[in-house]
């Protein structure tokens, strides 16, 4: 059972370039969720999409886009990186509905890091 | 305003003695959850516990137990018996029931060490 997967785990871009990460989720989830961490800041919502074809943007959706045609899948995409954007980027999925299961939170992927030079 | 305070950015615990980690909270929702999570130096997110706004006990997992005061709005872990593979990053986080994403809202993190 893979869970989360996010690719790639490592990158580094060139200030300027563009690129897109991927989610994929294999449990059926609803929601998907994107976050970057930096230090002493904790993990802050960039965008999440509640089912097929839907986004909304979170805390700190500038700089980003995101996409998810099939519901399996969460791409983030950075049209233009900056260095601001250098960070480790977490993909998470949850249910809609809790039902009687006691409640985790997310399921995570294992995370990216990404350096703007 | 912060949604999730955790005003240790560092703790230091003696092997085998127990450490608690603090996490206060700000809703007006009356419907919520919350939960700590653990990430050591491998990255990785690990769910570690979870108090729901409704529950009337403490929630305990293990070592784990997480010391629930709703008037004052603080969530501490509590973390019994400390081994050195404790040693990692801890978050609060909290999920209101109300929201139509149920999105989770992070604190800044407690860097645990666990010394032999």
């Known amino acids: 059972n893979a869970g989360v997967t996010q690719t790639p785990k490592f990158r580094v871009l060139k200030t300027g370039q563009s690129m897109t990460l991927l989610c994929a989720q294999d449990m059926n989830h609803e929601y998907m969720y994107w976050y970057r961490q930096d230090p002493g800041m904790g993990l802050r919502l960039i965008h999440y999409s509640v089912g097929e074809g839907t986004t909304a943007k979170g805390e700190v959706p500038d700089g980003y886009n995101v996409s998810r045609l099939k519901k399996q899948n969460f791409l983030l995409g950075l049209e233009s990186a900056a260095p601001s954007q250098t960070s480790v980027y977490f993909c998470?999925?949850?249910?809609?509905?809790?039902?009687?299961?006691?409640?985790?939170?997310?399921?995570f992927g294992s995370g990216t890091r990404l350096t703007v030079v | 305003a912060q949604k999730i305070t955790q005003t240790q950015p560092g703790m230091f615990v003696q092997e085998k003695e127990a450490v608690t980690l603090d996490c206060t909270y700000d809703?007006?929702?009356?419907?919520?959850?919350l939960f700590w999570y653990k990430q050591p130096s491998s990255g990785e997110m690990i769910f570690l516990i979870y108090?729901?706004?409704?529950?009337?006990q403490n929630a305990t997992e293990g070592r784990y137990s997480l010391n629930f005061q709703k008037a004052r709005k603080s969530a501490n872990l509590v973390i019994s018996a400390s081994q050195l593979g404790d040693s990692a990053m801890y978050f609060c986080a909290m999920r209101e029931l109300s929201g139509s994403a149920r999105q989770l809202t992070f604190g800044s993190g407690t860097q645990l060490t666990v010394l032999p």
């Open positions: 108090q729901g706004s409704y529950d009337q």
């Open positions: 809703t007006s929702d009356p419907s919520y959850g």
């Open positions: 998470a999925s949850s249910y809609r509905d809790r039902g009687p299961t006691r409640d985790y939170g997310y399921t």
